[in-house]
């Protein structure tokens, strides 16, 4: 069964992240935060813009990478993707995240 989308609930959520990220500037977790917030939206853009964020302040934030290869996906922009989510899979690989590399995998194998 899907998830139902709560406008509600999600642009409450979606305020609280804006507020954390403005409040923590330097927190990778509060842009990571904001960018899940706005790909939840399918707000594409703006996912992209805060998990940028989130991985410039933490570049070996594999989690974030990931989420920002989905943000490229669903921006349309697969070249940005691509190159993100393979350096996600490398960091992954790097921290012996082995389920995540596969996770990976599969997001690279569907934009080719």
């Not at 409450?12 to 939840?40: I, N, T, V």
């Not at 922009?77 to 082995?98: I, P």
Request: hydrophobic share 45%.
């Amino acid at each position: 069964m899907p998830l139902l989308y709560h406008r509600a609930m999600s642009d409450a959520r979606l305020e609280q992240f804006k507020q954390m990220a403005a409040e923590f500037p330097d927190a990778p977790m509060a842009h990571f935060s904001l960018g899940k917030a706005y790909l939840e939206q399918r707000k594409y853009a703006e996912a992209a813009q805060a998990l940028e964020s989130a991985v410039r302040l933490d570049p070996q934030y594999a989690a974030a990478m990931v989420s920002l290869g989905d943000a490229y996906i669903g921006a349309g922009e697969t070249t940005k993707a691509r190159e993100v989510l393979t350096r996600a899979r490398d960091t992954a690989l790097a921290q012996s995240h082995g389920s995540l590399a596969e996770e990976i995998d599969e997001r690279l194998s569907g934009l080719e």
